[in-house]
């Protein structure tokens, strides 16, 4: 029982509750010294680095999007004591976490989780294929889009010799309007407090990536080269971030981070990952959910379901049935329970096969 309490130095307590009672900014402990970032936004009007500020706090979480993932917050949930010491460790060692398992067993949810109980605002995703690159993570630059609209410019100028000539702040010949951050620079933006930065399935990557994110890891900085290279007659740059209408501030061309972002990397064991980008990860394992935990799963997307016998009896063959078949994935039972529970299908003689099918198995594997 004593690991269903709280533990002292816990901030993060795996609840899903919104916490109410703390200020994040007044219990996070200062960063360790080799994980401290001193990075700043350029002030309003771009002139003075002396007026420096950071960046405002981040857009709240659509509602629907985190009902969606977590169901909703209630109380009663009882946390899994390692994944809430490692999510803590994270927080004060300003480290990234990478979260192996099955599919299907809660991993991606873990960074909304810790977002909405920390009140962190808007998880920042950047989905994993085999063709992304770090750059595509930091920034995406509209070159040819910038080459159409100075085209379109100057032919407009040339139509009309009366004309005065562009101004360099349009959107024209303005590089911020053809610039964008991606989640990995938005989250390495100069904030208050860490944004949560979810890299979902890391398995997809490019072997290259996993080293390639080491500096960027490392410095909680990087460098926009074409930004750079404009600094000496336009040093602030105003350019879009991967926030829906929200625009930053860059100053020669170099973001850097103050607080490092709570990064959660999701893998579903299907690689291994260089030594040396494991040294710079905490590792949480998810394992297969139990059936309290699988309850709790239920009642948070479905609401309290203890009335229900049918609920009980679905959740103990889910449980069976997923040890047999080496892990099946959550969403399956909830749909299994939607079937049995919503009136929308009549149960029949051919319920039995209907659940094999919604609980098929997730190795590729046809039964016989």
Request: charged share 30%; net charge negative.
């Amino acid at each position: 029982m004593s690991t269903r309490l709280p533990r002292p130095w816990w901030i993060y307590r795996g609840t899903g509750l919104p916490l109410r009672d703390i200020e994040l900014t007044k219990v996070l402990p200062k960063a360790p010294p080799w994980r401290t970032f001193t990075g700043t936004s350029p002030s309003a009007d771009g002139a003075s680095e002396t007026e420096a500020t950071v960046e405002p706090p981040a857009p709240p979480q659509d509602e629907a999007e985190l009902r969606r993932r977590l169901g909703a917050a209630r109380e009663g949930m009882v946390p899994d004591p390692t994944e809430v010491d490692l999510v803590n460790a994270a927080l004060i060692l300003r480290r990234p976490m990478l979260v192996t398992g099955r599919p299907g067993t809660g991993k991606s949810s873990l960074a909304y989780r810790i977002s909405r109980e920390l009140r962190l605002g808007r998880v920042l995703r950047w989905p994993i294929t085999s063709r992304t690159t770090l750059t595509s993570g930091l920034y995406r630059y509209d070159a040819v889009g910038r080459i159409h609209a100075a085209a379109t410019s100057d032919a407009r100028t040339t139509a009309s010799p009366d004309q005065a000539p562009t101004d360099t702040g349009s959107a024209a010949s303005d590089i911020g309007a053809f610039l964008e951050l991606g989640p990995l620079g938005t989250a390495l933006l100069p904030h208050a407090l860490p944004r949560v930065l979810l890299v979902d399935e890391f398995d997809k990557a490019d072997m290259d990536l996993p080293n390639d994110l080491l500096d960027a890891f490392e410095a909680g900085e990087f460098t926009i080269p074409e930004l750079a290279r404009l600094r000496g007659h336009q040093p602030v740059v105003e350019v879009r971030s991967d926030d829906p209408d929200r625009t930053v501030r860059i100053r020669d061309g170099r973001v850097r981070c103050r607080e490092f972002p709570l990064v959660v990397i999701t893998s579903n064991d299907e690689r291994e990952f260089p030594p040396a980008f494991l040294r710079r990860c905490l590792h949480l394992h998810f394992k297969e959910p139990e059936r309290d935990r699988l309850a709790d799963i239920v009642a948070a997307h479905l609401g309290s379901q203890d009335d229900d016998p049918r609920v009980a009896e679905l959740i103990r063959l889910f449980a069976e049935r997923s040890a047999q078949e080496n892990g099946l994935a959550t969403d399956q039972l909830l749909n299994s329970i939607w079937l049995a529970t919503s009136g929308a299908y009549s149960r029949g003689a051919d319920w039995e096969a209907l659940l094999r099918a919604v609980w098929h198995r997730l190795d590729g594997v046809r039964e016989t």
